[in-house]
């Protein structure tokens, strides 16, 4: 009876870990740290050795990616990055694609433009320019009653606008520089759309074949020209044209005349005003400085009078 009631004896035994604090859990901890402190001082060496201007497109890349991206620079695709390959065509090996270069609706290269597509582009803005001119004229209440007196054509120069005399209609005060009204009026109204064009312009002033009064005495037609050309320029930088768009203000007497057999014909009284190509540009801003060494410089009948290069005498 008493081996019935008797409780069993329990042993307890503990079973020690066997070194938990020396498991591989704190290895890997440690390796994410090390990793974790040489990223971060590969970011500090990084920083510190990116010129301020890297930084700056670094910063508006995360701040507005889509506008780095598509407005090129440095990383974006540019041809003189040192970093081969990379930019958008990934099949290049040697540099990057410049953004300039790239279509990106297309995904493919587009070819530089030769000179001769450049004129090709530009001769095309100019047949717009003329039909913009041309239905302003028509349009325009100052300028419709004078459409026959402004003709408009495509030199080799450029766009070319004239303003010629009729027999009846002058220009100018007779044997002056002085515009009359209605001339001052055309050349406010055309100062503006040739304002929206880029180029460069020539101001040239012509005069029929009949000699100025006493243009032996140091005034006549080219002097004449030459002042109504300058005055032209004055009138339409005052309707609007920024005066730097003048290239050339010019007096050519009689030396071009519009109608060849009728020299004395009043049309050939006239001003000229050329909206300058690329080529022309460049010819007239190299005038002068190809001069070969003692070659004799034109003279100026040859060349056209400067405007306002030779004072006209008081009146007496």
Sequence with gaps: MAEATQQPIVVKRIKKGG???????????????VTAMMAFFLLMWLLGSTTEGDLKGISDYFQAPMKVSTQGGRGTGDATSVIPGGGNDLTKSVGQVANSDYDATKHRRQPKLLPADYEAIE?????????????????SPVLRPFAQQLLLDITSEGLRIQIVDEKNRPMFDSGGATLKSYTREILHAIA???????????????????PYA??????????????????CRREIVTGGLAEERIARVVGL???????????????????SIVLLNKRAEENLANAGRTLEVGREVPSTQELGKEA?????????
Excluded: C, M
Excluded at 257 to 268: G, H, Q, R, S
């Design 192 to 210: 503006q759309p040739l304002n929206e064009v880029g180029n460069r312009i020539s101001v040239s002033g012509h005069t029929d074949a009949t």
């Design 123 to 139: 001769r095309a803005r100019f047949e717009e320019a003329k039909r913009k001119l041309e239905a302003l004229i028509e349009a």
């Design 253 to 271: 007497a009689a030396t071009i005349p519009l109608k060849v057999d009728e020299p004395y014909d009043a049309i050939n009284r006239r001003i």
């Design 308 to 316: 306002g290069s030779v004072p006209k005498p008081a009146p007496r």
């Design 19 to 33: 070194g938990g604090a020396h498991g591989g859990a704190w290895k890997i901890a440690y390796a994410d740290f």
């Design 214 to 231: 006493a243009g032996d005495r140091g005034f006549g037609n080219w002097e004449l020209s030459a002042d109504r050309a300058n005055a």
